[in-house]
T-cell receptor
Framework: EPEVTQTPSHQVTQMGQEVILRCVPI?????FYWYRQILGQKVEFLVS????????KSEIFDDQFSVERPDGSNFTLKIRSTKLEDSAMYFC?????????????FGQGTRLTVV | KQEVTQIPAALSVPEGENLVLNCSFT??????LQWFRQDPGKGLTSLLL?????REQTSGRLNASLDKSSGRSTLYIAASQPGDSATYLC??????????FGAGTTVTVRA
C-alpha cells in the first residue's frame, strides 16, 4: 500500500522556537492536509492545500502557522513561535484525488513536544 | 459545524466476541464516512470507506453500515482477537473534502 511519510517522528523544542514538520505525500497526489491531535483529544483539521495554495484553513491555523511545498515533493508545516499548547501529534494526509470514493491516507505522524 | 460522537468511549471484551462500535453525526449532508484504527502513539490506518450513497462496506471481519438519515454508522468486528485491541476512529467527510473526527472507541480484547 502506498505510504505518506512524515519526519521527524518526534521533535522536542523550546517554547518560542520555530519548527518545521515535513511530509512526503504519495506520488501524484495533489491534495494535502494537515491535522493535529492533542493528547486525549479528537483529531482536528488544520489546513488543506491544493495547487500550491491553501484551499481551506481552520480557526486553529492562525498567523503562526504556514504551509508550503518547497520542492514539488515535500509538504511542510511551519510553526513560527511554538507555544506549550502546540504540543500534539501532527498528521499529514493525502487522498489521490477528491471524490466520495476516495480514502485519505495518513502518515504516521510527528509528535511535537514544546517545553 | 459537523459534530461526531462515538459511543462507548471504551470497550473490553473476551476474545471471540463480536464488537459493535457506534458513531453518530449531526449533519446528514455528508460526502463519505471513514473508519480508522489507531494504535497507541501511532498514525491512522484506514479500515473502511463508505460513500454517502452506500449503506454498508465489508472487508474481511469488518463490516460498517451507514444510515445517513439518522446520522449513524456502526462498525462491526466479528470474532474479535487480541490484535484488534486499538482505538477506532470514525471520520465524516464533507464536500470540501476535510474530515471531522469522533473521539474514538478504545477496544481491549482479552485473551
Amino acid at each position: 500500500e502506498p505510504e505518506v511519510t512524515q519526519t521527524p517522528s518526534h521533535q522536542v523544542t523550546q517554547m518560542g522556537q520555530e519548527v518545521i514538520l515535513r511530509c512526503v505525500p504519495i506520488s501524484n497526489h495533489l491534495y494535502f492536509y494537515w491535522y493535529r491531535q492533542i493528547l486525549g483529544q479528537k483529531v482536528e483539521f488544520l489546513v488543506s492545500f491544493y495547487n500550491n495554495e491553501i484551499s481551506e484553513k481552520s480557526e486553529i491555523f492562525d498567523d503562526q502557522f504556514s504551509v508550503e511545498r518547497p520542492d514539488g515533493s515535500n509538504f511542510t508545516l511551519k510553526i513560527r513561535s511554538t507555544k506549550l499548547e502546540d504540543s500534539a501529534m501532527y498528521f499529514c494526509a493525502s487522498p489521490p484525488r477528491v471524490g466520495s470514493d476516495t480514502e485519505a491516507f495518513f502518515g504516521q505522524g510527528t509528535r511535537l513536544t514544546v517545553v | 459545524k459537523q459534530e461526531v460522537t462515538q459511543i462507548p468511549a471504551a470497550l473490553s471484551v473476551p476474545e471471540g466476541e463480536n464488537l459493535v462500535l457506534n458513531c453518530s453525526f449531526t449533519d446528514s449532508a455528508i460526502y463519505n464516512l471513514q473508519w480508522f484504527r489507531q494504535d497507541p502513539g501511532k498514525g491512522l490506518t484506514s479500515l473502511l470507506l463508505i460513500q454517502s450513497s452506500q449503506r454498508e462496506q465489508t472487508s474481511g471481519r469488518l463490516n460498517a453500515s451507514l444510515d445517513k438519515s439518522s446520522g449513524r454508522s456502526t462498525l462491526y468486528i466479528a470474532a474479535s482477537q487480541p490484535g484488534d485491541s486499538a482505538t477506532y476512529l470514525c471520520a465524516v467527510g464533507s464536500n470540501d473534502y476535510k474530515l471531522s473526527f469522533g473521539a474514538g472507541t478504545t477496544v481491549t480484547v482479552r485473551a
